[in-house]
Each structure stands twice: as structure tokens, then as C-alpha cells.
């Protein structure tokens, strides 16, 4: 049982950081700049996703308050670059 835990932790990495290889590229590539936003607002949800499969693969509690400031500081940015892009400044 510990072996097949062992694996899919493992292609649980690989496919994240194949996620985040995509979401870097649209970030990079974007056509517009909604797209551009999307595309580092999935980033931020596939870095919380690594910080947690790290976290069941060493076994700390570490890596889950992580995720958590990773969650939190990926919705306040994304909340001020979508008002920024609707309405051309951040604070009223």
C-alpha cells in the first residue's frame, strides 16, 4: 500500500508541474490581457496544489499553512488585477 501512495504522490507532481509549465506559458504568451490573469490566477490554485502534495509527501504541517498563505495572497491579487483591468486603478 505504501508503494502505491508513493506513486501517485509522485505522478501527482509531475502533473501539476506540468500545469504550472502550461500556466507559465500562457502567462508569457497571453493574447490579451484577461488571459494573462486567468492564467496566473490558475497558477496560484496549481502552486497551492504543489504545497499540498508536498505536504502529504513529507508529512508536516508546514506545507499546509503554505497553501494556505499561498490561497489567500493568490485571491487578493487576482481580486485587484481583474479591478484594475474593469476599471484602470486598484484603490478609489
Known sequence: MQLVLELAIGYAMVCVLVAMG???LRLLLGPAAHDRVLALDTLWICAILLALVLGI????????????????????????????LMRGEIIE
Open 22 to 24: 502550461c500556466c507559465a
Open 57 to 84: 509527501r513529507f508529512g508536516t504541517q508546514v506545507y499546509f499553512e503554505v497553501a494556505i498563505l499561498i490561497a489567500l495572497v493568490g485571491f487578493v491579487s487576482t481580486v485587484a488585477m481583474a479591478k484594475f
